[in-house]
C-alpha cells in the first residue's frame, strides 16, 4: 500500500486519480523537522521511542483511526527510503494508502508539499505533528468528524491552568494575562479539503500552526477538547515523559488471564444497554442548541457542562452499559474543565474508542427523543448520518411529544432514551 514520491513527483491525485480505500479522510503527518532542540544526532522523528521511532508511534495512532484515512508522511529530504522502508509494513498491516514526501525548509512548505499529494477524492484533510507521537486515536477520529459535521477548522486544545504573565525582552513582568480566554493548541488540526488549500495558496506570511494561517484567510475555526498525551516533544525530558507514558501504555495493555476467565461469555454474547439523558432549556437566550450532533440555529439552547447533546450523551451511557463499562459520569466527570463547552461527538468518539479498546464493536442504536421542540423530522435524516459516522454503525432517531404532561409537555427541557447492540469485535453482522 506504500507509494513512492520524490522530491518533486507528479501529485497521487494526478498519477494516480484514485486510491485503494475510498476514504475521504487524509492525515498529513510533519516529520521532516531536525529537532537540534533534542540533543540528538538523528532528525527528530526518527529518534527512538520504546521499541520504536517517535514517527512509528505517531502513525500507530493514525492507522487506529475508526476510518482508515489516506496518510502523507512529510519526511527529511535526505531520510526518504528510510521512512518508506519503516512505514511499509505498517501501511500494509492496516491496508491504507501511504504516500512519503520529502519536505520543504519551513513547516508551511512541508504541509504544503503534502496537499499536493492528496487524491481528489479527499475532502476532510487533518495534520498532525509527529512530535506529538502520543496524541491517541480518539482524537484524531474526534477532529475528523467534527470538520465533516460542522464545515469549518476543528483544533484539539486544552485549557491553560497556569498563570500567565506578560513579560519585556529583560523578564520583567508588564501585566497578568487573564488565561480563562486561552488555550493551548494540540494537532492534528482539521479543515475542509477547500478551506486548508485555499488558505496555503493565498499565504503570505508563516504561520506556525494550520489554524492561525486558516484564520488569517476570514475562516472559522473552532476548539475541541484535547488530550493531554498530546504533548510535543522539544526537549530531552518531554522524551523521557514519552517513554515512561508509552511504557505504562504497553504495560496496561497487556492481556490479564484472571479476567478473562472472570467473563468467559464476553467473547460470544452480543450485549444490549440502555441510556436515558435529560436536559433543562438554558436561561442564556444566545446560546446555541445542540441535539443528535446538529446545530439548530434559532432554537434556544440545553443547560448542561458540555453542550447539553441529551441524544448524544444516553447513546454514551447506552454503549457504556451495553459493555460493562461504567456511565458516562464515570469517564466525562462535570468538574473537569476539558469538557465545558464540548460537543456530544467528542463523548460519542472517546466512548467508542473505549468499546474498542475492551474488545466490543457497536451494531446499531436507537433513540427516541422526548420534547416538544425542536421539530426533529425534517432533519432526522442528517442526524441519523451525523451519528452514525461517530459511531461507525448505523443509528435510528425518533421524537414524539408527551400531549403537554410533565416535564417535558411542559416545554422546561428534553429528554433522550437510547439502546445500543454491542457485540464482540471479531463477530461479523
Known sequence: MLRRSSAAPPTAAAAYGGHVNDTTVAVIVVAAGSGTRLGHPEPKALVPL?????????LDAVLGMREAPFVVVVAPTDRLEDVRARSAARAAAASVDLVVVAGGSTRQESVSRGLAELPRAIEVVLVHDAARPLAPAAVFDEVAAAVAARGRGIVPGLPVVDTVKRVDGEGHVLETVDRSELAAMQTPQGFPREVLESAYQGAGADFTDDAALVASAGVAVDVV???ARAFKITVPSDLHRAEHLLAERVASAAPDPAAHRAHPAHAAVPRVGTGIDVHAFADDG???LWLAGLHWPGERALSGHSDGDAVAH?????LLAAAGLGDIGGMFGTADPRFSGAHGEVFLAETVRRLEAAGWRVGNVSVQVVGNRPKLAPRRAEAEAVLAGIVGAPVSVAATTT???GFTGRGEGVTAIATALVVPAGEQG
Open 50 to 58: 520504546g521499541d520504536d521511532t517517535v514517527l512509528g508511534v505517531a
Open 225 to 227: 477538547p484535547g488530550d
Open 286 to 288: 444566545d446560546a446555541p
Open 314 to 318: 444516553a447513546i454514551c451511557d447506552a
Open 403 to 405: 400531549d403537554g404532561l
